[in-house]
């Protein structure tokens, strides 16, 4: 199994330019999420989906948006990208939610914004 | 807010034993304990997961007291790849579905 696969491992973007940061796992997974990492510091949440068509906003959604069409991708896009969005990103997937899960985390994507 | 609370970083020699404890006091009954563990440039990755009393595997331990507002994940005897973040995580934030991180404990360990 691959897991939870990211892409692109690293973008850069000028400042206004939208992207998606694609995330897919095989693990028939109910739950995803998106999470950013700025330098030294943890994990903060930006969104998350607990099934297909159903998401909702983490920690810091401002400036992301997400959908979940399927149950294996859940992609992150940025509508209009800006220097406080270099970042890495990490996404998550579990089987389920609540007692004694366990989240599965992809490589990350660093993402630079000029 | 995260739902626990960890020292923000220690060091360590190598083939000493490390103790990092994290505190919970607003645990839920039904809440699981989950240590993550992230080295540079890769994504957190599960070790050990406990509810009480005292859990071990091969990577570590965890060790949970009987009112659960607390507990400690051991590693034996490090070495310098142990160096790394270690996330205590707390189940979902009460009345949602987020998993919420703290900043976690950055080991570093030295030779």
């Known amino acids: 199994n691959a897991g939870v696969t990211q892409t692109p491992k690293f973008q850069v973007l000028k400042t206004g330019q939208s992207m998606t940061l694609q995330c897919a796992q095989d693990?028939?997974?109910?739950?995803m999420s998106w999470y950013r990492q700025d330098p030294g510091m943890g994990l903060r949440l930006i969104h998350y989906?607990?099934?297909?068509?159903i998401t909702d906003q983490g920690e810091v959604p401002n400036g992301y948006n997400v959908s979940r069409s399927t149950t294996e991708d859940f992609p992150l896009r940025l509508l209009s990208a800006a220097p406080s969005q270099t970042s890495v990103y990490f996404c998550?997937?579990?089987?389920?939610w609540g007692i004694g899960e366990k989240l599965f985390f992809g490589s990350g994507t660093q993402l630079s914004v000029l | 807010l995260a739902k626990t609370t960890q020292p923000i970083s220690m060091d360590s020699y190598e083939g000493q034993e490390v103790n990092i404890t994290c505190s919970h006091n607003?645990?839920?009954?039904?809440?699981?304990i989950t240590w993550y563990q992230q080295f540079p440039s890769q994504g957190p990755r599960f070790i050990i997961q406990?509810?009480?009393t005292k859990v071990t595997n091969e990577v570590a331990s965890l060790f949970i007291p009987a009112d659960r507002k607390s507990s400690t994940l051991s590693l034996p005897r490090v070495s310098l790849s142990d160096t790394a973040v270690y996330y205590c995580?707390?189940?979902?934030?009460?009345?949602?579905?987020?998993?919420?991180f703290g900043t976690g404990t950055r080991l570093k360990v030295l030779a």
């Open positions: 998550a997937s579990s089987y389920s």
């Open positions: 995580l707390v189940g979902l934030t009460s009345g949602t579905y987020k998993y919420i």
């Open positions: 693990m028939n997974h109910e739950y």
């Open positions: 406990g509810y009480k």
């Open positions: 607003n645990i839920a009954t039904n809440d699981y």
């Open positions: 989906s607990v099934g297909a068509g």
